[in-house]
T-cell receptor, first 113, second 112 residues
Framework: GENVEQHPSTLSVQEGDSAVIKCTYS??????FPWYKQELGKRPQLIID?????GEKKDQRIAVTLNKTAKHFSLHITETQPEDSAVYFC????????????FGGGTRVLVKP | NAGVTQTPKFQVLKTGQSMTLQCAQD?????MSWYRQDPGMGLRLIHY???????DQGEVPNGYNVSRSTTEDFPLRLLSAAPSQTSVYFC???????????FGQGTRLTVV
């Protein structure tokens, strides 16, 4: 089945700096890659997603890039703010496996004021 | 619009007890799934359903059963609780698999 690895597991940045989280996936047939943000004690919520026919997508301060050849995708957060502190999860939908959404292990991001 | 509703929010069980975690959605979503979240291990898929009457196993199905008799409801049953099942459980639903998944508020389960 699909395997999604996420790095780093923790990330500490100064307010205003950029944060980058990287994920790799194993199933070359995967075609949908969402990112979820989970604040402490809350449920995960979608922040951005990208499909396999697109190389990059931006939404204000966040962007996601996808390299299908290398089977990796990344989340970029620019001008980080304290409210960006949370756990971020990448995920992939394995086309060959059909109907499963597989998550990475998560990255705890701490933005220091 | 309630979205995805999970009950209960907290639960303590004794080893060997059984219980059902409830999940209901009012968005007419076909896809529903159950995840468990353990520290440092992300969200692991337990069971999922692509529509009423159809369920399948995820990554960690042992010790859990599901059924999907209606589009709205997707209960998760713990057959004989074990301390290893202590975790936070999330139910999620989505209109399309390749689309936003909406999560319930989670159930924190402790098995003693």
């Amino acid at each position: 089945g699909e395997n999604v690895e996420q790095h780093p597991s923790t990330l500490s940045v100064q307010e205003g700096d950029s944060a980058v989280i990287k994920c790799t996936y194993s199933d070359s047939a995967s075609n949908y890659f969402p990112w979820y943000k989970q604040e402490l004690g809350k449920r995960p919520q979608l922040i951005i997603d990208i499909r396999s026919n697109v190389g990059e997508k931006k939404d204000q301060r966040i962007a996601v890039t996808l390299n299908k050849t290398a089977k990796h995708f990344s989340l970029h957060i620019t001008e980080t703010q304290p409210e960006d502190s949370a756990v971020y999860f990448c995920a992939a939908v394995a086309g060959a496996a059909g109907n499963k959404l597989t998550f990475g292990g998560g990255t705890r991001v701490l933005v220091k004021p | 619009n309630a979205g995805v509703t999970q009950t209960p929010k907290f639960q303590v069980l004794k080893t060997g007890q059984s219980m059902t975690l409830q999940c209901a959605q009012d968005m007419n979503h076909e896809y529903m799934s159950w995840y468990r979240q353990d520290p440092g291990m992300g969200l692991r898929l337990i069971h999922y359903s692509v529509g009423a009457g159809i369920t399948d196993q995820g990554e960690v199905p042992n010790g859990y059963n599901v059924s999907r008799s209606t589009t709205e409801d997707f209960p998760l049953r713990l057959l004989s609780a074990a301390p290893s099942q202590t975790s936070v459980y999330f139910c999620a639903s989505s209109k399309l698999l390749q689309g936003e998944a909406f999560f319930g508020q989670g159930t924190r389960l402790t098995v003693v």
